[in-house]
Nanobody, 115 residues
Framework: VQFVESGGGLVQPGGSLRLSCAASGFSFSNYAMTWHRQAPGKERELVAT????????NYADSVKGRFTISRDNAKNTVYLGMISLKPEDTAVYYC?????????WGQGTQVTVSS
């Protein structure tokens, strides 16, 4: 099982980014997928979840209305669209699948929001 995140970078407050995560090693379409983030000195937190079959999405209150999770089952890829970015969104962003198995985490992609 492998997750490869990309698309991060340095952006000014109010800017936008779109993150991608290519997943492999499992039947992608059978699993709900998540995006998490970890800021320096803080615990990793769940940002968004998307269901496997109908793509129902849920978000942390801190990103609701600004972030959009989506998936392309044909490409085994999950995305996170982010608008109106704030300095407090600065973190390393990771994707993962919803499972009781202890999958390894990917390397993540750094998002820095700063003027």
């Amino acid at each position: 099982v492998q997750f490869v995140e990309s698309g991060g970078g340095l952006v000014q407050p109010g800017g936008s980014l779109r993150l991608s995560c290519a997943a492999s090693g499992f039947s992608f379409s059978n699993y709900a997928m998540t995006w998490h983030r970890q800021a320096p000195g803080k615990e990793r937190e769940l940002v968004a979840t998307i269901g496997s079959r109908f793509g129902v999405a849920n978000y942390a209150d801190s990103v609701k209305g600004r972030f959009t999770i989506s998936r392309d089952n044909a490409k085994n890829t999950v995305y996170l669209g982010m608008i109106s970015l704030k300095p407090e969104d600065t973190a390393v962003y990771y994707c993962h699948r919803v499972t009781s198995l202890k999958d390894a985490w990917g390397q993540g992609t750094q998002v820095t929001v700063s003027s």
